[in-house]
Structure formats: C-alpha cells, structure tokens
C-alpha cells in the first residue's frame, strides 16, 4: 500500500445523438479533458473522512446526496478487505448537472485513487466493474454512455443492444463547450419526448432517425478529417433537437453566437433544456475567439479542447 493514491478522470461530452440514443438510435461520445475531477486517498487514524466542495465529515456522516459515492466506497472496502480508515479528498472542475457525466467522472477519479493506494493495476474493465455499481445508484437505470466514455481515452459510438464501438479522434479542429449556468433538465427533456412518440410516433420517429443518421455521418466526418462536414451535423442536430422541444432560449442564443462568430457547427449537448453547448472552430485562434463571445453572450463557463491526436490533449 502507498503513502497517498492518487485518480483523475476527465468529464464527458456527448457530441451526438442525445435524446434518439433512448430509442435505439447510435451517440457518440468521448472524454473531455477541460474539466476533470481528481480523488487522493490516504491513511489516517480513527475514522475514514470524505473532503469536497459538497461535504467534508466523517464517511459515516456523509448525506444522502453522495450516496453513489459512499456506495462505492464501501464496496471497494469490502473488495480488498481494506482495514484501515482512509482520508478522501474530492477535487473537481467538472460542473454537476450539466450533461458532462460528473457522477461517473468521480466515481472512475475514485476508484483509480483506491487502485493507486494499494499499488494494484487498473484496467479499464476493472474500473467500469465499480463505476456501474455507484452510476446506478446516482441514476438508478443508466445507459453506461459515460462511465465508458470517461474510463476510456478514445471516443466511443454506442447503440442499445451493441458493444461500445471506440474510434480514434484525429481531426484538425477545436471543440469549445460553453456552460449556460442553468442545470440540465434531463428526466423532464426524456418524458416529453416520450410523449411525442406516444402521440405522434410517424413524426417522431422521423425527427429520431434523421438525428441517428446524422450522428453516424458525423462519425465518418472524424475518420476522415471532415470538420465542415462534422460542423454541419451538429447543426441540423440543434435545430432537429429545437423541434423536439429539447432546447431552450439561452442555449438557442448561445449556438447562434457561436455560429454568426465563424463556428462550423453548433448544438447542445446532453439532456437539454440548461447543462452546456458545444461549438466547432476550425482552428485554436478560432477557437478562443469564439470562447470570448460566448462568454459575452452569457455563457457562465467555456472550455476550449482540440480534437487532434487524443493522447496529446
């Protein structure tokens, strides 16, 4: 066992295909290294303690709200018959709420943190192995998009019923991602668009499989370095998404800003209705501009990620 162990993990960006992924159709998303969430692990006598912005007590203690993360930590205890009590410190920059897969992110930061402690190797399957079990406790049925999109390095193409299918990411361009300061509305984003099916399944499942078409357009956009192409996708993305009921005024703006500003391309990503948008530059001086103007335009957090050989952003 080591002094401190020590796991980070990135948050998520969903690129494609929220909200059409619940009906069958495929969504791409990856790790974003913009916002991450760091966990370090040690001994200390007398009893475990957790440390983070939402809660810093005795495990014991610790409220409801982090009960994925408790969960977790019981379970890793009861894994490696751990007997001694540990002192947790919880670091993030991943905003909560916000379609970035916070929960996951802590919870791989987490597990990583207690691998490193007790000098054993983590693959990603044995991380995935314990992130499952704290995400459905955060979400009760989740779709396990972001615990592997946040475990991994690679982007990921998910389908329901299939096998996570990773590509590489190799393009010549930026991704801005840009915080509206308003929490997600994803339960009640899911429930409408349930209702539209219900009650007009023609039109809605019209409006879905366009949205599925394009996100595996967008996937041969990466593969072949196409960010006009990939820019475009995303945009009839947002405006399919804005005809499902799932945007609203403040990411409406914010998209536009980002595409009247030289964006190739511009949508929402997540559940909608709040949580963040995302924008495509062609280049990094691009890029930042963009990050200014949406930041005039209201945005309360930005993040600029180039989307150039993965390992090296």
Known sequence: MKKIGQGCASGKI????????????????????????CATVRFQPYESWIESVIYNGPLADAPQTMNNVTSLLWQLVQQFAIQEPFYLKIESTVPPE???????????????????????PATQDDVLYFVNQAEKVAHGNPSGIDAAAISGSEPILFQKGLAFESFSLNMDAFLVVADTGIKGQ????????????????????????????WTKEAQQAILSNRPQLLGQCMTQAHHQLQNLGISNQHLDHLVETAL?????????TGGGRGGCMIALAADEVTGFQL??????AGAQNTWVQGLGVYAHV
């Open 186 to 213: 994803t339960r009640k984003a899911v429930k409408d668009v349930a209702r539209l099916v219900e009650k007009s399944p023609a039109i809605a499942a019209k409006k879905l499989r366009q949205l599925g078409h």
């Open 14 to 37: 969903i690129l494609m295909g929220e909200h059409s992924v619940v009906y069958g159709e495929p969504a791409i998303a990856f790790p974003f290294s913009g916002a991450e969430i």
């Open 98 to 120: 916000r379609g970035m897969g916070s929960s996951a992110a802590v919870a791989v930061a987490i597990t990583r943190a207690f691998f490193d402690w007790l000098d054993l």
């Open 291 to 296: 990050q200014q103007h949406l930041l005039a």
């Open 260 to 268: 009247v500003h030289g964006a190739l391309g511009a949508k929402l």
